[in-house]
């Protein structure tokens, strides 16, 4: 039953787990007694529009702890094998997909590189939705105009992921390398540009 009492913001027992990183923590095996306690939880929006994946996927990124990885990437497969839905719903409509690859953009600075799990969350976040990746931000940049940036800007030492991801999204929508932003460059000048 306390599975499925939020809080007063909102959030249930697995929100509040998918704020926490630490294998040292929690088990898988807590992930899945919650998801078996409450079956809806995976679909249960808190008061700032986020799905537990929404809150996984924030804070394994904002985080990053390498150590940490296999801790993340065992959430966040049972939060989209919950609800695989999920992955096409968030905050103000951005996507997971959008608000991740935001987030890794925004904290390149700080890092030479992404560790695995936060490639895989993106990669898969992009497969189970690729439209997801044709929305455009203030700048009128799309999904690939992002992962080149990061790239070009980290000269070529982010995780070979990035690249595989990019090169993914090319052959599955040509349209994304065609896009210009509203600087009138495509994602292959936003990387040579760096």
Request: with cysteine.
């Given at each position: 039953?306390a599975a499925?009492?939020?809080?007063?913001q909102?959030?249930?027992?697995?929100?509040?787990?998918?704020?926490t990183a630490?294998?040292e923590?929690f088990?898988e095996?807590?992930?899945?007694k919650l998801l078996?306690?409450?079956?809806?939880?995976?679909?249960h929006?808190?008061?700032?529009?986020?799905?537990?994946?929404n809150?996984a996927?924030?804070n394994?990124?904002?985080?990053?702890?390498e150590?940490?990885?296999e801790y993340?990437?065992g959430l966040?497969?049972?939060?989209?094998n919950?609800y695989?839905?999920?992955?096409t719903?968030?905050?103000q409509?951005?996507?997971?997909?959008?608000?991740?690859?935001?987030q890794?953009?925004?904290?390149?600075h700080?890092?030479?590189?992404?560790?695995?799990?936060?490639?895989y969350m993106?990669e898969r976040?992009?497969?189970?939705?690729p439209?997801g990746?044709?929305a455009?931000d203030?700048?009128?940049r799309n999904?690939?105009?992002?992962?080149?940036w990061?790239i070009g800007?980290?000269?070529?030492?982010?995780?070979?992921g990035?690249?595989?991801?990019?090169l993914d999204?090319?052959?599955?929508?040509?349209e994304l390398?065609?896009?210009l932003?509203t600087?009138?460059?495509?994602?292959?000048?936003?990387f040579l540009?760096?």
């Open positions: 039953q499925a009492e939020p809080d007063n909102g959030n249930l027992p697995l929100h509040l787990l998918s704020q630490g294998v923590h088990a095996l807590t992930i899945l078996e306690a409450n079956p809806e939880a995976p679909k929006v808190n008061h700032l529009g986020q799905l537990p994946l809150v996927v924030d394994s990124i904002d985080r990053d702890e150590e940490e990885g993340w990437i966040f497969d049972a939060l989209l919950a695989p839905e999920g992955a719903q968030g905050p409509g951005r996507t997971p997909f959008a608000v991740g690859l935001k890794v953009n925004g904290l390149s700080r890092r030479m590189h992404e560790h695995d799990h936060v490639v993106m976040l992009y497969h189970e939705h439209e990746a044709l455009t203030k700048r009128g999904a690939l105009h992002t992962i080149l990061l800007d980290m000269g070529g030492t982010v995780s070979p990035w690249t595989k991801l990019a999204m090319i052959e599955h929508q040509p390398a065609a896009k932003d600087g009138s460059c495509s994602p292959l000048c936003v540009l760096h």
